[in-house]
């Protein structure tokens, strides 16, 4: 085998003189003059220019070993934008280790590629630039929250894949079983179960970097398959958990970026909501909303006759806001599920433009303008409905207008805590979990969650230990405080309308293990995906998943997923139902 000396990307002037042997793929080449050519090798360092002899047929991503002596470039053709531009490998002898077809789009720039084409040949995108610094950055990252969970007395426990469902709310993946046909394993949406397990089992701190499984509807943020730091703890509380985990996404952090964060500040849910209009707030940039209730509450206009009316304000917005642009807003708002959305110009001298000013007090108006600090070439932007839905409204329009691109404004992690117990009310009056069901209530609410009965308005008011940790307004993961006493967790059931035998063949396991000595315990996960996309300015989590799914969930590289023979079928008991139409 060839000896390689170097890596192309490294050589610089302090190397002038040596002998040198490096590896890569062609990634330019250009004719200079009568008997030479130039070649730009390419290995994931970078990038170096090597003299050749122009009688030699090098093309495009042959894999070469290229020797020659590391020379200095003549002064006019010096690349300042290259990290090798003042050297060059002369008298170089060349050494084809491969030949290759013409690739199917451009290496090394990543314009107007179809995504379907970039992901069929990943194996040719991965020796772009930026894959190459992703998949690096990812590694660097889970390599840091490895020694990080370790040095905090962590250990990692490798949880089965072939399981019974858990309770994380999404739709399963199935395997069919071959030995029991007609019974299926499902793969994890988390090792949710399996980690409590491990706290009956005494193991204290467990953590691990789990692939899980949700059959969701693909989007930037979310693939079917993704990594999880999962993490959980005996004997501790949220303030514990909290801790830990900020501890190695901090350490993640500095390992990619080399600076540490010291912020990881706590919000309540009800702030959030309150102040942003979301339980995942991206606190880079203000704009938070007002509230101007009270400032109604004698109004003549209908549409604000109603229990709460928040604002916010978009500044300096006047000339850049048309009226087809506020049109196209409020047609937003009412998909969001608005009765509408008001809006008033703030002009010169603070003269108000909007079309409800006529249905608007003087001192209603001055008043919404005093609230939002709105000021000539301002525009505000009002709902008035019930609160969740006003601050869920105005939240998805203050990330609509106000959303800095995913490079700027920093690394602002934030806690959200205290989430309701319950999200919500189905149809058949029983309340919605908003986290799973082994998920402790508010110390504080315990009682109000006993008094509530069955009330569902009293039941959304209850609190849980329920944490999640947000970035930039993206949700890295969340976690809990669990219930490790019987009668609480058969009182969640009962509210939630599981039956015993329901609650005994979903988490019999679970139930039966915590008789035998549960220690208090609480935890968390949190997408690793997610945070290397931040760490690397990515908008899409695909940008940092070696092999990705496209949007339709399927993998163009390896055709998956595919039809299996009738044999195999047969083995496992199954008959596929022709497709409807
Ligand atoms: N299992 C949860 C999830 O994957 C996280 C946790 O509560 O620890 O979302």
Known sequence: MTNRTDYCGTLTTADVGRSVTVC???SKRREHG????????????GIVQCVVDKARDLRSEYVLAITGIVRERPDDTINAALATGAIEIGDATVEVLSVAEPPPFQIDSRVDVDETIRIRHRYLDLRNKRMQSNLRTRAKV????????????FVEVETPMLIASTPEGARDFVVPSRLKPGSFYALPQSPQLFKQLCMVGGIDRYFQIARCMRDEDLRADRQFEFSQLDMEMSFADGDDVRAAV????ALATEAVTGSRPTEFPEMSWHDAMNRFGSDKPDVR????????????????????????IKGICMKGAADELGRNKLDNLTDAAKRWGAKGLVWLKVGEDGEVTSPVAKFMSESEIAGVLERLGAETGDVCFLVA?????????????????????VTEGGLNFLWVVDFPLFEDVDEAGNPVPAHHPFTMPHADDVELLAAAGSDPQRLLDVRSQAYDLVLNGWELGSGSVRIHRGDIQQQIFDLLGISEEEAQRKFGFLLDAFRFGAPPHAGFAFGIDRLVALLCGEENIREVIAFPKTQ?????????????DDAQLDELGLRVLPQPE
């Open 24 to 26: 890569g793929w062609v």
């Open 34 to 45: 009568e008997h030479l050519a130039f070649v730009d090798l390419r290995d994931h360092t």
């Open 142 to 153: 889970n390599s840091a929250i490895r020694n990080g969970m370790e040095s905090e007395g």
């Open 246 to 249: 900020s501890e190695a996404v």
């Open 285 to 308: 940039f203000a704009m938070e909303l007002a509230e101007l209730t009270d400032l109604f509450s004698d109004t003549g206009f209908k549409a604000f006759q109603a229990p709460c």
């Open 385 to 405: 409905d019930g609160w969740r839905k006003t601050v869920h409204i105005l939240g998805l329009l203050r990330i609509e207008l106000g959303r800095p691109a």
């Open 552 to 564: 339709s969930g399927g993998d163009p590289l390896t055709n998956a997923p595919t039809p299996i």
